[in-house]
């Protein structure tokens, strides 16, 4: 009897400890898995420059397409039923391929989110039968400074116009500088933005653009791939020289009004698109008219 009561109390104090082995051994929720949690707790995909929710362990970085001196590079390819810039279509209203590549240089320190970038943006464009312009190629360089836990951003750029086929004598190469500002609320993000040209397109002269734009994510909370957002825009176009610029006075608005879903990593955008401008103010053309454009995009 005393034997048996010996051979119970050795086989429950080896299961005890092997369970206990076990339990030891299992391995904790895995980077990705936690990654997931926070962004079903967001019901959201963060967008650059918006912070990370606080939680009780950082989440893991983003990955980066890693680049030399430390930096990373970003491409992004785009396609697009019109090619709008600021409200006045640059194809007369048909499809538009707009790929982007840009180099990116690490912070200055862990303490002072300063940056630079340079890189490249490009267009077909289309100014009809007679113009032999077939494609604007933009080299853009600039600083960009995050503050705040990322919430406040800017941006002070330089971008060169580049039209390719056109000819000399119709000046429509130029070069433009920007300073962008932008804040996130958690339930909206603000941007703004001023752009000042010594000698805007086709010879028009001096150029300002100010900008305004809100958007607002829709909280999504079923599948962590998915990801939707509204944004509304306003713009002042002011043009010393408007005649050569093709308007009827020196300044005109355009504003925009879209949707976008980011489905997997792809976004897919449909904007109301729109300007003051008719078609006697518009070079006798329906470029500044009412339209929908729709955008699928993908970043690299």
Known sequence: MLLKKEAVLALWLFTMCAASATSAQTPPASPNQRDTEVQNAQAQTPTPGQGPAQTTEAPPEKEKWNAPFGGSWTATFAAATDYSYRGISQTQRQVAVQPSFTYETPTVSPNVALSAYV????SNVYF??????IAEVDLIAGLRLKALNDKLTGD???????YLGAPADLFYDFNEFGL???YDFGVAQIQGAVRYSPNFFGNSGIAWYKWGQVTVPIPYTFNENFAFKLYGAVGNQYVE???NYGIGNNNYWDW????TATVYGIDLTIAYVDTN???AGCAATMNCDARAVFTISKTF
């Open 256 to 259: 925009q009004i879209g949707f």
């Open 277 to 279: 401008l008719d078609i």
């Open 119 to 122: 890189g490249a943006w490009g």
């Open 241 to 243: 020289r408007f005649t």
């Open 128 to 133: 009809g039968n007679t113009n032999p312009t």
């Open 156 to 162: 002070l750029g330089y971008i060169r116009y580049n």
């Open 180 to 182: 962008v500002l932008g």
